[in-house]
């Protein structure tokens, strides 16, 4: 009997098949770039034996880069570690901040339950909760971001499930009491979620509080570069079923792409901080001094009402603040203010490497404890010469009082 042999494929079949392994013994600075929508297996018996175990959950397993490739679940893998610290954590990655936000309200809210949400939450987390949870029967109870956890018990009825946290509170920068809060959500039977874009990932530790799940906006420090989009839920082991579940059902993934990206900003990401806390205290102490500016609300400030607070559970502040004009300052005077400058730029997103100026109209986002102050002006203080920033706003000033 001779021996069959295999006809030498043709150009098609080389082109195809051509330069698709490498050598795993050479190893570089950075974990590859795995771009990929097709997950392949060495027999079927491999890819029924991997089915179940990725459909469960389970760790590094997939049968669709959906779930997962080795680029993405080293991402997963990093946020567990870095945000996780102290806690036995899994993450997910999602498309956006806010996807990470929507889909683990998703994950624990059904008709007809209720959720109690800080009032100084970020917009469109308040948006989805008075949007589309609100048309699936979900009630969202707003509490004051002061609020202590005796007063947020009293508003907990037999529907309520989720405790929804943000500290420090959008615009405002209010601190919560997150220890006392999780603690209570936790004696009470309720998930309790934060937003910790502020301080994620160097300057807190968000399991450390008792929380449940950390969701962050991997656009902001985590990329610090302002070229990516990328939100994250990092979740207690207890609770990863449902947000495995939940990404997975709603079709929610990243490319590799951009979780490459996000991995090249997080090696930095000290680094970054330090610097923009510098830089922002900086700017912030000389806004104390200028006549029209009657607060500068920065809760690494010793002037801000929960500084002890924040002294407990951070140990540093990032880039962003806002400062309250005092009342009766015109629109004339604030556009004058926004538009000379050089070095800010007006935007709504923060935490990449440059510095924003923006107007903060929070009069209709909140209920529980409306803003009767003056007009704020939010700063995200970027890597700049801090001098630089503080000529750019001494101009701002001096245009503003000829308006």
């Known amino acids: 009997m001779t021996e069959k042999k295999f006809r030498e494929p043709g150009l098609a079949t080389a082109l195809v098949e051509t330069a698709r392994t490498f050598d795993t013994k050479i190893r570089t600075a950075n974990v590859p770039l795995y771009r990929a929508s097709t997950v392949l297996f060495d027999t079927i018996e491999q890819a029924r ?129 997150m220890p006392a809060l999780c603690a209570m959500a936790r004696a009470r039977g309720l998930i309790s979620m934060v937003d910790n874009a502020w301080a994620s990932p160097v300057f807190s530790r968000p399991f450390d509080w008792g929380v449940d799940m950390s969701l962050i906006p991997l656009t902001k420090y985590w990329s610090g570069h302002s070229d990516v989009l990328m939100g994250a839920i990092v979740v207690r082991e207890e609770h990863w079923l449902p947000i495995f579940r939940a990404v997975r059902q709603l079709g929610l993934c990243v490319g590799g792409d951009d979780a490459y990206l996000i991995l090249r900003g997080l090696r930095t990401a000290e680094v970054r901080m330090r610097q923009h806390e510098t830089n922002a205290l900086q700017v912030a102490r000389w806004l104390q001094q200028q006549p029209e500016v009657r607060s500068v609300l920065h809760p690494g400030l010793p002037e801000h009402p929960q500084h002890e607070r924040f002294k407990r559970d951070f140990s540093g502040s990032s880039g962003l603040f806002s400062f309250e004009l005092e009342a009766g300052t015109s629109d004339a005077a604030i556009s004058a203010l926004v538009n000379h400058r050089e070095h800010f730029g007006i935007g709504y997103s923060w935490g990449g490497f440059e510095s924003l100026i923006m107007p903060a109209n929070i009069s209709t986002g909140r209920t529980a404890h409306p803003w009767t102050g003056g007009q704020l002006i939010r700063l995200h203080i970027g890597l700049e010469d801090p001098a630089s920033l503080i000529a750019d706003l001494d101009q701002g000033f001096a245009a503003m009082r000829r308006a």
């Not at 699936?136 to 018990?153: D, G, I, K, R, Y």
Request: hydrophobic share 45%; proline share 7%; glycine share 8%.
């Open 49 to 177: 034996e991997i089915g179940p175990r990725a459909n469960a959950g389970e760790l590094h397993q997939a049968t669709y880069a959906t779930v997962g490739t080795p680029t993405t679940f080293a991402l997963m893998d990093a946020l567990a570690e870095i945000e996780g610290r102290g806690a036995d954590c899994r993450a997910a990655v999602l498309p956006s901040g806010l996807a990470a936000i929507s889909t683990a309200l998703l994950a624990f809210l059904k008709p007809g339950d209720e959720m109690l949400m800080s009032d100084s939450v970020y917009g469109p987390a308040r948006a989805f909760a008075q949007g589309m949870l609100a048309d699936l029967n979900v009630t969202t109870v707003f509490f004051p971001p002061e609020a202590s956890a005796e007063q947020v018990a009293e508003l907990i009825t037999p529907a309520t499930k989720v405790l929804y946290l943000e500290s420090p509170g959008s615009y405002t920068f209010e601190l919560q009491d």
